[in-house]
């Protein structure tokens, strides 16, 4: 095992929410030293976002679920850009930039421009600095200054047209979205392998360079079947649920107990006959009406009906085993909960246990691959709000200790959110009235004894 | 053999096998293609199983012509290779280590069978960037489990929370976790290559598409993680505590309804030309709203479905109120926006036409980007034959 591959190298990461922060983290797990600057009027907002135990009280900003995850392994510093402090701010944020590799930002454009921090002048700073602004819609065209929020970006991005039932009242079902802000983590993974290319170019040449990225345009690629469809047929996208536009049947099964799932796939005739054979209805593969993918799609309505009448009968983990062991492609629905205890993805490490203030909790890697030269680091908290302050204002940029208390108590710098409404008002807001939630149908189950099935120990003092 | 300069294409010098099949591989071979990389697609002779998928022209199946196909393997070369044979894993041994990167994507294990694996390789290339992108992974119980997207939707735990709650779980169009996947593993050789920058030595990399998805679904493991909540599909609401956030019909189609920090109540209100609106307790109280959701609806739906799609966002965006577009395939095509940023490239397919190339994923200021038209099956056989001698 040796180093990782960007040891060395450092990432002043002026990104909030989740894109940005996602393509950092992933810099980060590659070794980089990233340095997150929120301002303490305007700390990333996910710092309000799922607390454990649901309790907000202390520095609840510390220990929440969304930030935790996307900024494990990340130093914090605080620089406050409101009013009269934004000036000071743009100054620290300059001699940061002299020291660093890669600039990282998701403000809307121009904003940056208004302190003096646009690609061309961070070039006079450091000349091979590479930058990349990730932002809803790009830096230019009619749509640039639109406000781009995650949860509007799948559509926008032209997934939803895709994603639906089939039946409904336009003879299809209405456009859905994914249950994750799927534009997000999409892009800030493109966002990632944007910057790396741009290493391996200055590497080479030793120039660094600017870097536009549209989140509405990283994931138009995953629709890029039906744009070419369009393209040659100029034929609309029809939405079909789970079903196949290669293969049938498949479709999603409903299995014994409750709220339990199946997916099937059958690739060809050989797996029809193997998934046949497996469920015990021979019969079926000598049924004409089966015999081809062209006559099983025609009569899909009449199979899912047959194969539901084996699937809700059978547990889904033993019919996932029975029909995959049968070479038929087939997998179990998991729920969250049973992602977490899924045997596959622990044998395979994908979770890490990392501290949260309230205990240890199981935080999922944000590479999905293993490398066999380097390990990539794991387990890694986030950073507290402003954790790092006087590390990187005294050992990064050399200021003294006047210095680093001046701009505490100008409010430049500290570790206490100054929130736009009242703290306690914020304690409130940030608690999730859960068993509202899951009245109107939006949570499977609230578990009180979560911890002893995730095999965690609770704190002792409870 | 396609020109490629070494100062204006990001990944220029770099050359590339890629013997995967499908989506996740190809669309990790394509990224690095468009990125200035020379790619050689070895394919088994009947060629890779997308060429077979479609779309066609006129629904005209033809091993050339695959929209899905061409999509994925544009900027390449093509080798067929019979890896059963002896003179087929000959050919290919002598492209590898001709390589800097090996592509592949087939059933764990079987590398290894064919006397291919990275422990067979790498002695003789020891800096291969190895990149095996599997569904499930190479290791763990799952391993040699078939697979695909819907497959990943499922066991990820992705597919549980999407869709309407009265309903089966939902499958995100388009393929998703192939593209998750091929994005990681594109992401692992860039960092691999970054890598042997440093050391020189080259390496395996074991990328799993169910893992690329998974990690995507961070928030809703984290909510049983940190709180014994099981989230449950709920319609488009994803993120419960933003309410609305959600696609509903208007008179031309659909629209991304979506408050954000500022919209409520104020601004709501005079967008649905109904400033009394702004007194009313559901525009006032963010919780009451989402909890009470279907009464809230009932003031939204009426006036929406009255308007037309542009006309609402553009009016909402003017606010700072962030509405958003539900796109298809021609609206993607015919954007003004998108036109205006050159997102389309194009491409002149043989034996099809015009079609566009999918697209500029992100714009680099030295090293733009670049596409090509993708390969005939076997196009660059005798080359690489001939090369191997």
């Known amino acids: ?462 | 053999m396609r020109p490629c300069s070494l100062t204006d294409s990001a990944l220029g010098g770099l050359r590339v096998i890629d013997l995967s099949q499908g989506i996740a591989g190809p669309y990790c071979a394509r990224l690095l293609a468009d990125l200035g990389a020379e790619v050689i697609k070895v394919e088994p002779p009947e060629g890779d199983f997308t060429r077979r998928l479609g779309p066609f022209p006129g629904d005209v199946p033809d091993p050339e012509k695959s929209g899905l196909f061409i999509h994925l393997n544009g900027n390449k070369q093509s080798v067929t290779v019979d890896l059963d044979s002896d003179e087929g894993r000959a050919v290919l041994r002598k492209l590898i280590a001709s390589a800097d990167v090996l592509i592949e994507s087939e059933t764990p294990g079987r590398m290894a069978e064919l006397g291919l694996g990275f422990g067979d390789v790498s002695g003789e290339c020891p800096k291969l960037v190895y990149c095996s992108v599997t569904p499930f992974g190479q290791t763990g119980p799952y391993a040699k489990f078939t697979g695909n997207s819907l497959t990943c939707m499922a066991l990820s735990g992705l597919m549980y929370v999407t869709g309407d709650p009265d309903k089966e779980p939902l499958i995100t169009g388009g393929e998703p976790a192939d593209y998750f996947g091929g994005l990681h593993a594109w992401v692992c050789v860039l960092a691999a290559l970054e890598h042997r920058g440093e050391t020189g030595a080259g390496q395996h990399i074991d990328v799993s598409c169910l893992e690329a998805l998974g990690a995507a679904d961070e928030y809703n493991t984290t909510m049983y993680a940190w709180l014994g909540a099981i989230r449950r599909r709920f319609y488009s609401r994803h993120h419960i505590p933003t309410y609305p956030s959600e696609i509903f019909p208007c008179r031309d189609g659909h629209i991304v309804v979506i408050g954000g920090a500022t919209g409520f109540p104020l601004m709501m209100a005079i967008l649905l030309e109904q400033p009394e609106l702004e007194e009313h307790p559901l525009f006032q109280n963010l919780w009451m709203r989402t909890i009470k959701w279907e009464e809230f609806e009932k003031i939204l739906r009426p006036y929406l479905l009255e308007h037309d799609w542009l006309d609402l966002l553009t009016r909402a965006q003017e606010m700072s109120v962030p509405f958003a577009a539900v796109m298809s395939p021609q609206t993607l095509m015919e954007s003004d926006h998108l036109a205006e940023r050159r997102f389309f490239g194009e491409i002149d397919q043989p034996g099809v036409g015009k079609l566009p190339a999918v697209g500029n994923l992100f714009r680099m200021s030295e090293t733009p980007l670049s596409f090509g038209p993708a390969p005939a099956l076997g196009a660059d056989s005798a080359a690489a034959v001939e090369g191997s001698k």
């Open chain 1, 1 to 462: 095992m040796s180093g990782l591959p960007l040891d060395g190298i450092r990432v002043l990461d002026l990104t909030q929410v989740y894109a940005g922060p996602t393509c950092t983290r992933m810099l980060a797990d590659l070794g980089a030293d990233v340095i997150k600057v929120e301002g303490l009027t305007r700390m990333d907002i996910t710092r309000n976002f799922v607390m454990p135990e649901n309790d907000s009280s202390d520095d609840y900003w510390n220990k929440a679920g969304y930030f935790l995850f996307r900024n494990g392994g990340k130093r914090s510093l605080t620089l406050d850009f409101s009013e009269e402090k934004g000036d000071v701010s743009a100054e620290i944020v300059k001699r940061l930039v002299a020291e660093s590799d890669i600039v990282a930002e998701s403000f809307r454009p121009h904003v940056m421009d208004k302190f003096g921090l646009d690609y061309e002048s961070l070039t006079k700073i450091k000349p091979d600095i590479i930058m990349i602004s990730l932002s809803g819609y790009g830096q230019n065209g009619p749509w640039r200054d639109f406000s781009g929020y995650g949860m509007g970006l799948e559509p926008a991005a032209g997934l939803s047209s895709l994603t639906g039932y089939k039946d409904g009242p336009d003879g299809q079902g209405a456009p859905l979205r994914t249950g994750i802000s799927f534009t997000d983590p999409y892009s800030g993974i493109v966002g990632a392998g944007a910057v790396l290319s741009a290493l391996l170019y200055r590497r080479r040449t030793g120039k660094g360079q600017y870097i536009d990225l549209s989140e509405q345009e990283a994931a138009v690629p995953v629709v890029g079947y039906a744009l070419m469809d369009y393209a040659m047929n100029e034929r609309q996208p029809r939405r079909i649920g789970n079903r196949s536009h290669w293969y049938a049947p498949q479709g999603c099964y409903r299995c014994a107990g409750e709220d339990n799932w199946l997916v099937i796939t059958v690739t060809d005739d050989d797996a029809w006959r193997a998934l046949c054979e497996a469920t015990g209805h021979p019969q079926w593969a000598s049924d004409k009406r089966f015999a081809d993918v062209e006559s099983r799609r025609e009569h899909h309505d009449a199979l899912d009906e047959l194969i539901t009448g084996w699937t809700r009968e059978q547990d889904q983990y033993a019919a996932m085993h029975s029909l995959q062991k049968a070479g038929v492609t087939a997998a179990a629905v998991l729920n969250p909960k049973q992602v977490l205890l899924d045997p596959h993805l622990r044998e395979r490490g994908f979770f890490d246990r990392v501290e949260t203030g309230q205990g240890p909790r199981p935080v999922p890697h944000q590479i999905g691959a293993k490398f066999s030269a380097f390990e990539m680091p794991s387990a890694r908290r986030a950073p507290k709000l402003g954790e790092h302050n006087r590390e990187v204002l005294q050992g990064l940029l050399g200021m003294s200790d006047d210095e680093v208390k001046d701009l505490e108590e100008r409010k430049v710098i500290g570790d206490t959110p100054a929130t736009a409404v009242p703290l306690p008002v914020m304690r409130m807001f940030v608690q999730w009235p859960l068993h509202s939630y899951g009245q109107m149908g939006a949570l499977g189950g609230i578990e009180k004894d979560y911890r002893a099935q995730l095999g965690i120990e609770p704190p002792a003092s409870e």
